[in-house]
Nanobody
């Protein structure tokens, strides 16, 4: 059964860091491009970062320079290291997968598989 499971969310103070994980199972992970999205209350789902099967990366302007995406194909896991967190980063964070293709970063509606999400709250 194909599955994506996010973990690592929580409550953190502004300026601190969190690392999210997206663990995959049930499919050939290294054949897939992975994206991280987030959705804050009352807002649309926003794509924030993506990584290709070959580890090419891309970031939204809102997180560039603060977030780093990486993948470990041996562990079937993608990570999102989030530094210098801001209250505006508060959202449910989701990872998603699509079969590797160009472009590797895509809109949410084109991803085939999604995790259940993990809550990140940035507050003092």
């Amino acid at each position: 059964q194909l599955q994506l499971v996010e973990s690592g969310g929580g409550l953190v103070q502004p300026g601190r860091s969190l690392r999210l994980s997206c663990a995959a199972s049930g499919f050939t992970f290294n054949y897939y491009d992975i994206g991280w999205f987030r959705q804050a209350p009352g807002k649309e789902r926003e794509g924030i970062s993506c990584i290709s099967s070959r580890s090419n990366t891309n970031y939204a302007n809102s997180v560039k320079g603060r977030f780093t995406i990486s993948r470990d194909n041996a562990k079937n896991t993608v990570y999102l290291q989030m530094n210098s967190l801001e209250p505006e980063d508060t959202a449910v964070y989701y990872c998603a997968a699509h079969l590797a293709a160009d472009p590797f970063c895509r809109s949410a509606g084109t991803y085939d598989y999604w995790g259940q999400g993990t809550q990140v709250t940035v507050s003092s």
